[in-house]
């Protein structure tokens, strides 16, 4: 039974992350939602670890920080992690980035086609 309360979206994210327990790792964020996000990668890290993780969005962005998100699972080279707790200014962010996400492919690819180049 699916206990999520939000819908996660397919991503391609590269991401970083590190624990007061000294792990850390790099990784692929491929499904990001308001509260959580699927992460693969090599590093083997368990469940209950808390870690701060670093998502880039984009090339030329700052990466967006979640300050402590909780390992719920990891098996397979994957990792569900859920956030707990974001700044205020990241938490914006992520609501624009998901919200960007929740839109139609069609009106994405519109969307950006009519933006200036910057």
Request: aromatic share 6%; net charge positive; hydrophobic share 30%.
């Amino acid at each position: 039974m699916d206990q999520r309360h939000h819908p996660r979206f397919p991503v391609h994210f590269r991401s970083s992350f590190s624990s007061v327990n000294r792990v850390g790792g790099d990784g692929t964020v491929t499904d990001l939602s308001l509260r959580g996000c699927g992460i693969v990668g090599s590093t083997v890290v368990h469940p209950g670890t808390t870690m701060e993780l670093r998502i880039h969005t984009s090339a030329t962005d700052a990466p967006l920080i979640i300050q402590q998100g909780v390992v719920r699972w990891c098996r397979d080279g994957r990792i569900g992690l859920e956030f707990i707790s974001i700044q205020p200014e990241e938490w914006t962010r992520l609501q624009s980035i998901v919200k960007e996400l929740t839109r139609q492919p069609y009106e994405r690819t519109q969307a950006s086609q009519d933006r200036p180049n910057t």
